[in-house]
């Protein structure tokens, strides 16, 4: 039996890219410069499923410009939102993504932006890095304490909970905002806001763990950010989306944040310039999920899923679409 064939817009794990070798006919990109759409149109032609990323942009005109042979989008993701669901229904493709696999270490950036952001970690590396450093001084770069402060979870789905776990673990109080409550043993004690304005109003730390959809986009707007409480700190390792970003830059500037951990952005890989150059901003390159052991499980979960699809049968992350 011929091999199916596998269009694989950017590199991946070593061992992710040896199996789909072995498993597939696989297009692997070696340079792992991102395709243009067109690029990635003409080189889907006689591809039976595409494994993209992040930074391919699957929109309704591309995906009708797919050609036939195409059944299934992977995408190296646990987010979707870059793709056209809509259209994929449409014409009937399979959208498998990467749920479960980097809770953890997605969780674990998360804690990373909050202790970064708190402890003016950023500004204490440059200023080391500099050289201008003359030694412990007791006033120098005195951040906020986490231990008894208030954390708002905005999203309480896998990664917000280990999120939860990990800052009971830094003895924060936890309260959160989600579409359903959680059952008891899975709220372990955090304190369910069913309205979102009373979550803002009582956390110090707000971190957002939600999809992008219409209904989240431009979430933390200037309205919202007026409930926080007065030198909250604002975590994003979800989706730049989430933020409008001139609304947090204001708010920054004017001290009503205190200082802001970010590990995605409005409009990536452009980062707001000002952003940059603010002092209370701890910036990551959306590396949330960036360790070896999670971007290879990432991989190899969709390798499982597309083996299941090609064996005919149902694969188990599916996107439910339709
Ligand atoms: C990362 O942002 C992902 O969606 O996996």
């Not at 997605?106 to 080391?128: K, P, V, W």
């Not at 431009?218 to 609304?247: K, M």
């Not at 603010?278 to 590396?287: E, S």
Request: with cysteine.
């Amino acid at each position: 039996m011929t091999k199916p064939t596998i269009l694989v817009t950017r590199r991946l794990p070593v061992a992710v890219e040896q199996r789909l070798q072995q498993d597939y006919t696989a297009w692997l990109n070696p340079s792992d410069q991102p395709y243009s759409s067109a690029e990635l149109i003409a080189k889907s032609q006689g591809a039976d499923a595409l494994l993209i990323s992040l930074t391919d942009r699957l929109t309704a005109d591309l995906i009708q410009q797919l050609p036939t042979s195409v059944k299934a989008i992977a995408t190296f993701s646990v987010g979707y939102d870059h793709i056209d669901l809509a259209a994929a229904h449409q014409r009937q493709l399979a959208v498998i993504y990467t749920p479960g696999v980097l809770t953890e270490a997605t969780a674990d950036a998360t804690l990373l932006l909050l202790l970064g952001a708190a402890r003016r970690a950023s500004e204490g590396e440059q200023l080391l890095r500099s050289g201008n450093w003359q030694g412990i001084r007791p006033t120098e770069l005195l951040g906020t304490e986490v231990h008894g402060k208030r954390l708002g979870i905005y999203g309480m789905g896998r990664i917000g909970q280990a999120v939860a776990q990990r800052a009971r673990g830094f003895m924060m109080e936890i309260h959160y905002h989600n579409r359903h409550r959680l059952p008891p043993e899975r709220e372990q004690g955090a304190v369910f806001h069913e309205q979102v304005e009373d979550l803002l109003r009582v956390s110090d730390f707000l971190s957002l763990h939600c999809p992008s959809t219409p209904e989240t986009e431009g979430f933390l707007n200037a309205s919202r950010i007026a409930l926080l409480p007065d030198r909250a700190i604002v975590i994003n390792a979800a989706r730049g989306t989430l933020i409008v970003e001139d609304d947090l830059i204001a708010a920054l500037r004017s001290g009503k944040i205190a200082a802001v951990g970010l590990d995605v952005y409005q409009n990536e890989p452009h980062v707001n310039p000002a952003l940059r150059s603010l002092p209370n901003t701890f910036l990551l390159p959306h590396l949330g999920s960036a360790t070896v052991e999670t971007r290879t499980a990432m991989g190899m979960l969709l390798i499982d899923n597309l083996n299941a699809l090609f064996a005919g049968k149902q694969p188990l992350n599916l996107v439910k679409i339709g």
